[in-house]
C-alpha cells in the first residue's frame, strides 16, 4: 500500500479480518451509532467545552503530519483544556496490528484513520452521516463521491460513512507541454482518458535517446500497478472474479504494451528510478509524461516546468478513470472520549475543509468548500486539476487480503527476463488470486455489526 492511500485494495489484511471475527461478540452499543452527547455537535449549538485527552493514531502520510498537525492545533485553540496526544505508527502492518490490539482489548484510540475496512463491517467504528452529518450542517452530496467512499464499508455512501477526510487526493497524469509541442503532438484530454495503447503511442514519440544516461529523455513511465489500477480490471464488477478479469485479453494486452516499453527503453526500468524517482525525472525535463498525486506539482512550478493534467490511462476503450482517496478519520464504539472525538470529527468534516488548501496544495474533501474558498480561482493548475478529478469514481471493492496478484514480479519477468507474452504469468496469477479471493470473500460474509 503505498502513502497517501494508493491503490488500498491491495492492502494486507487476512490477520485483521481473522482478529476483527474474534472481536464480534457483545460490544457496547451494538450497532446503534453514539448518541450525540448532550449540546455537542451540531452547526448551531453553543460552542461545546471539552477537557480531558484526546487520542489520535495515524501512519505517515508523506507530509511530516503538517495538515493533521494544523487541525490539532486549531481544534486545541477552541479548546484550551482538551490535551490531544497524536501518535504516528509505521504504515501497513503494524498500524493494523496495533488498533486490532486496542480493539480487543476494547481501547481503542479516540480518533484514527479506518484504513481497514473490516472495522466499520464488523460495527466497531461510529456511523456519522445518518445521525451527525445533519447536525453538523452537512451533506453526502458535499463531497466529492470517489474520496468520500474510502470512509464507506464497501466503497458505496449508500452503505453508511464512517470516516471523513479533509483532502481530496488523485492519481492523474501530468505531461510536459513543451514536449508535446516540440513532436507535435495534440496533449491529451482533460475529460476523457487516454488508452493505454494512445499512451504508449505517445510516449514512443517523445523519447529522445542519448548516450549519456543523464540526458537521456523518456516518452513516459510505466509502474508495475497503471495497467490494474481499477479494481473492477482485477475482480469484475462485483469484486469476487479475477479469473477472466485479471487474466482477460484487454489486461494481457496492457501488460505486453506496458512491459515493451520498458524493454525498448521508451520508459525508466526499475534500475533507472533507484537514482532518480519519475517527480524528479519530470522536473528535470527528461520525462514527457508520467503519474502525480498532485503534491509534486509545486516543485514543478519551481522548477518552471510548463505542464498539463489529464485522467489516469484506461485499458478499456470508452472509459475515463480518476482513482481518489482521502485519510478517512473516524472514531471507534468503545471511544473513552466520545464527546470529544465526535466534536473533532465535526472540525474535520466543516472547518478542516477550509483550512487544508492553505497547507497542501490538495482541494479540500468538500466540493462545496472547494467552490467557497475559491479553490483554483486564481490558480490554473488547480483549475485544471479539478477538471480532470471529474472523472474520479469509486473503487470496485475487495475486502482486505489479497496478496496474491504480485504485479512487481510480473513486470520483473517480462522486463529483465524479457518474457513478451503476459497471458501464461497472467493465468498462473489469476488462479492464485480467485482462491484468495474466495478466501477473504468467505470471511468478509461472517462479519456483522
Known amino acids: 500500500m503505498q502513502t497517501r492511500g494508493n491503490h488500498v485494495w491491495l492492502v494486507s489484511g487476512l490477520a485483521t479480518v481473522a482478529i476483527v471475527l474474534a472481536a464480534c461478540g457483545q460490544r457496547p452499543g451494538g450497532s446503534t451509532a453514539t448518541p450525540i452527547p448532550a449540546g455537542s455537535s451540531g452547526a448551531s449549538s453553543a460552542p461545546v467545552e471539552l477537557s480531558g485527552t484526546l487520542s489520535v493514531w495515524t501512519y505517515p502520510q508523506g507530509d511530516s503530519e503538517k495538515p493533521i498537525k494544523a487541525s490539532i492545533q486549531a481544534f486545541k485553540a477552541l479548546h484550551p483544556k482538551l490535551d490531544i496526544k497524536l501518535v504516528v505508527i509505521p504504515e501497513g502492518d503494524p498500524y493494523f496490528q496495533k488498533i486490532n490490539t486496542s480493539l480487543q482489548a476494547k481501547n481503542p484510540p479516540d480518533i484514527a484513520i479506518i484504513e481497514d475496512r473490516s472495522w466499520m463491517k464488523a460495527g466497531k467504528v461510529v456511523r456519522l452521516d445518518q445521525q451527525y452529518f445533519p447536525k453538523w450542517g452537512v451533506t453526502v452530496d458535499d463531497f466529492n463521491p470517489g474520496g468520500l467512499a474510502r470512509g464507506t464499508p464497501t466503497g458505496n455512501v449508500k452503505d453508511g460513512i464512517y470516516g471523513i477526510g479533509d483532502f481530496l487526493g488523485g492519481n492523474i497524469l501530468v505531461y510536459n507541454k513543451k514536449m508535446f509541442a516540440d513532436a507535435g503532438l495534440t496533449p491529451p ?36 500497478w497503471a495497467p490494474p489500477i481499477q479494481a473492477k480490471d482485477v475482480f469484475g464488477p462485483d469484486g469476487r472474479h479475477a479469473t477472466g478479469n485479471l487474466n482477460s485479453p484487454e489486461m494481457v494486452n496492457a501488460f505486453n504494451i506496458a512491459s515493451a516499453l520498458i524493454r525498448d527503453k521508451q520508459a525508466p526500468s526499475g534500475s533507472v528510478l533507484e537514482a532518480a524517482a519519475e517527480s524528479d525525472l519530470f522536473a528535470s525535463g527528461r520525462l514527457g509524461i508520467t503519474w502525480t498525486d498532485f ?5 514543478y512550478k519551481q522548477n518552471k516546468i510548463d505542464f498539463g493534467l489529464a485522467p489516469f490511462f484506461v485499458i478499456h476503450s470508452g472509459e475515463s478513470f480518476v482513482d481518489t482517496w482521502t485519510a478517512a478519520w473516524g472514531t471507534f464504539k468503545d471511544s473513552k472520549h466520545p464527546d470529544a472525538a ?58 482486505p487480503g489479497v496478496e496474491a496478484a504480485d504485479w512487481a514480479e510480473l513486470m520483473r519477468q517480462m522486463t529483465v527476463e524479457k518474457k513478451t507474452d503476459a497471458k501464461p504469468l497472467l493465468d498462473a496469477m489469476a488462479d492464485k488470486v480467485q482462491k484468495q479471493l474466495d478466501q477473504v470473500w468467505q470471511r468478509w460474509d461472517k462479519l456483522s455489526g
Open 189 to 224: 484530454p482533460a475529460d476523457r482518458s487516454l488508452t493505454i495503447q494512445e499512451y504508449a503511442d505517445i510516449c514512443r514519440k517523445l523519447t529522445k535517446p542519448d548516450a549519456n544516461p543523464n540526458k537521456y529523455v523518456y516518452g513516459c513511465s510505466m509502474p508495475e
Open 295 to 299: 503534491t509534486e506539482t509545486p516543485k
Open 342 to 399: 465526535i466534536e473533532f470529527l465535526h472540525y474535520m468534516a466543516t472547518e478542516a475543509q477550509k483550512q487544508r488548501p492553505t497547507i497542501s496544495p490538495d482541494p479540500p474533501l468538500s466540493q462545496k468548500v472547494a467552490e467557497q474558498v475559491g479553490y483554483g480561482k486564481d490558480d490554473p493548475v488547480k483549475a485544471e486539476y479539478l477538471q480532470v478529478l471529474k472523472a474520479a469514481k469509486p473503487q470496485v471493492f475487495v475486502p
